[in-house]
């Protein structure tokens, strides 16, 4: 790996790096992006586990989702950045004197390393009767369902797009047995031209659905995100 420096003398902190024996230019270039992307910095200067972190971040600003007292359910949670916000956004750990204090469980395929504040589970939550292992867990329904899951890529850039619109289907499903009238349903999709039987299903259940590309998605990604707001019960 090489640093460039300015004619002002001043470094430029771009990182440059070398291709490799044995190693993929697509995965040169990916570890490039990452060596450069502020979003991953910030994320290791400030403890989050990954700069996925920034975009719940950045969706709770603007629709304020995340309030101390939620009851948060975080679908496909590891590695747990989104889990780490809510616990600190909806006082899990009641730090906030004078506040509610919230809960936040997440549950995954794979075990998720402790997060503090947080009630971790590996589940599928496609299995029969996740919603009321869910629900008892929780102690009541759920403020809050959010999910930043994506299915394996297949290569095949239609094909990517329909399974993960499939998956936020059935997350929106999963939402509509747990979630508390009022409720918000937050969820990664695709662009690509099949999404609109999701817009319809949440349309029929929220009083607000908007789509929404946060700051911390790179330009390049087709991904989005959906917020649904005021479940309907």
Same mark, same amino acid.
């Given at each position: 790996?090489? =640093? ?10 771009? /990182?440059? /790096? ?107 939550? +496609? ?29 095949? =850039? ?8 499939? +998956? ?10 747990? *979630? ?21 299903? *949440?349309?029929?259940?929220?009083? =607000?659905?908007?789509? /929404? ?21």
């Amino acid at each position: 790996m090489t =640093k460039k420096t300015s004619g002002r003398g001043q470094r430029d902190l771009r /990182v440059k /790096v070398k291709t490799a024996r044995g190693r993929k230019l697509s995965s040169t270039r990916w570890l490039e992006r990452q060596l450069n992307d502020p979003y991953v910095k910030r994320a290791q200067a400030e403890g989050y586990r990954g700069r996925a972190a920034f975009k719940i971040l950045e969706l709770d600003d603007r629709y304020r989702f995340l309030v101390p007292g939620a009851r948060v359910v975080d679908l496909g949670c590891a590695p747990g950045g989104w889990c780490q916000v809510a616990v600190k956004r909806v006082n899990a750990l009641g730090e906030k004197q004078g506040k509610a204090v919230g809960t936040v469980l997440g549950i995954d395929l794979q075990e998720v390393e402790p997060i503090s504040g947080a009630e971790l589970y590996q589940l599928d939550f +496609l299995d029969d009767g996740a919603d009321e292992k869910v629900k008892d867990w929780l102690g009541g329904n759920a403020d809050v369902v959010m999910s930043d899951m994506a299915a394996a890529s297949s290569g095949h =850039k239609q094909t990517d797009h329909l399974r993960i619109i499939a +998956l936020c289907e059935a997350a929106a499903e999963f939402a509509f047995d747990v *979630l508390d009238e009022g409720g918000t349903f937050v969820a990664k999709v695709l662009a690509g031209g099949a999404e609109g039987s999701l817009q319809t299903l *949440l349309k029929q259940r929220f009083d =607000k659905v908007a789509n /929404v590309k946060p700051p911390a998605s790179r330009s390049d990604s087709s991904e989005k995100f959906v917020v649904a707001t005021g479940f309907r019960g």
